[in-house]
């Protein structure tokens, strides 16, 4: 008998979910009553590879979507069982995952079982290991397996957006900005030449920097460019002679990070700059027909994304990729992590409209 | 038998006083046989604290002034026995000491005992521990212990100057230029405030400074301004919200440290300017007739010193004082650490000539 009853509701299933511990790397249980539950639905054709599900519908439909989500959360802060609090308004559950992302996971799971004639057809997603480093990814890992089974026409990540669509992502580029000097006595410093000093015009450069905002498949994308980290000197009596300041790109995904380091490579000429770090950002492809209907049927606001999300994976295969999930993503990993039963049952509602209607 | 004997020359007793290991802590040896030298010589009195020998004359001068050195070295770096180089122009003595200043205490040793009527009252004073830590100090144990040995009108420190005259020092003030942000994740930084941003203008300012040249009793001291640490930021996806910049103020002996610290304030004003650390300059008193005498009796250039040295001891137990030794300083510490005969025989002859004429 599983522990999971998707015939419950979606708040007894988003606690049920939270309660059955599944942090990164232990998520063999969590998934294995998910496997369960889904075989119980003869419209679904399953897929088990280590600890991700894929379950398809073969309704030989003209569009496939893909709708995917993570089962595992970071560790657990003495926040487990889940619990249901009743405020004047609203019904919140309190608990590890129930923003990142168990209350996505019991919207997708309700919907893959209830919904056996979507418009769609549809490959459900519940993968492993995203809280953890990008080479044990479970999303990563079925698009090296089974790239078969990650082939649609557009995806929708479950992650928390509180309830509204969060299209694309920004890329990232890190890069370190260095600056050379010759080492002397700090009571002579006329015989060398102060790497630090040298580091002035790298940091007006970011001053005067007017960062983009670029409209990308009708999102306006808002660019920023950071210092992160800076270094240098080696005694309290000695000529620096090497500075390092650390640089964050976040760029728009109108444009690559090769595009972006080249960017950065002019804006810091006379610098050495030397990458440390880059990732792709994402389009929203929000100008296609069937993301057009998934706005239209939703009926949520649409907003960019800032943060980098899986959806840059599906972004990299080709799918135009979209956030829509239950949660306040700033409570994500936060000890007093919680969700608000509304936004369950408005993505739930909004995901069963546009797949039905 | 002493191993020392002032009757042989400047050449073997220098190297003599080389091959007494006396790294700093260890000048036990080294004490005992100039202490036996000294008692010698009839005409001077000798007072011996710890590892430090002073010897004076008491000849009812109008004038006594102060000769002193340190007879402790750095660690051996398998620089020892001493060894005399015949190059084609001149002699040079190799090995640990010779510069940073066994040469200068040979000098010295050889005319505390052959001068016995100097035209001043003479203080030698051989003292140790000084390269290390400043509270080991053996000439500020002395000044603690025995004040009333340290007096004078004029001090003349046979640290190694090329055989030049280098007059008081330089002050050296460093202070943390501080600034605060506030966190946030790079990928959305307008929710924070960029603290490393926030150190460009520090860094224009050290840039623009125009590092002042100030005569102090006849002495041209060229003050510098420069960033010797920086450091700021926690991780690369965070903008940061606390930067240091470490500032090291080398102030002419015209001013004194609280004003240089208040000049610094005023510079820096609208950041946090946190002091860490502050030592005053010396004066080199240069328009006393004492020291008049003295410049002319050896004929030597004169020079400011830019590194700090225990000159400044004497300064602030209201003694003026001079640098004024032989080998190069920037022999000093070094592995290939040697001192020019011709440098021995020079200074050798010019404190001579002062103490006789």
Redesign the interface.
Known sequence: MSALDPTQTLVELTMAICDIESVSSNEAKLADEIEQVLTTASHLSITRDGNAVVARTNLNRDTRVIIAGHIDTVPVADNLPSKLHHFEREQVIFGRGSVDMKGGIAVMLKLAVELQQPKFDVTWVFYDNEEVAADLNGLGRLSRNHPELLTGEFAVLCEPTSAMVEGGC?G?V?VEVRTVGVKA??????MGK?A??A??HS??I??DYQPATITVDGLAY?E?L????????I??????DA?V??V?Y?FAPDKSAAEAIAHLEILFKGFEVVV??QAEGAKPGLNLPVALDFIAAIGAEVRPK???TDVARFSAMGIPAVNYGPGDPSLAHADNENVPVGHLVDTEAGLRAWLSH
């Open positions: 920004n990232t890190r006595h700090s009571a002579r410093p006329w102060n630090i000093h580091l002035a940091l007006k970011l001053n808002k920023s950071s210092a992160v980290l800076v270094s240098g000197g005694a309290t009596n000695v000529i620096p500075a300041l650390t964050n976040r440390t770090d800032y943060g980098w």
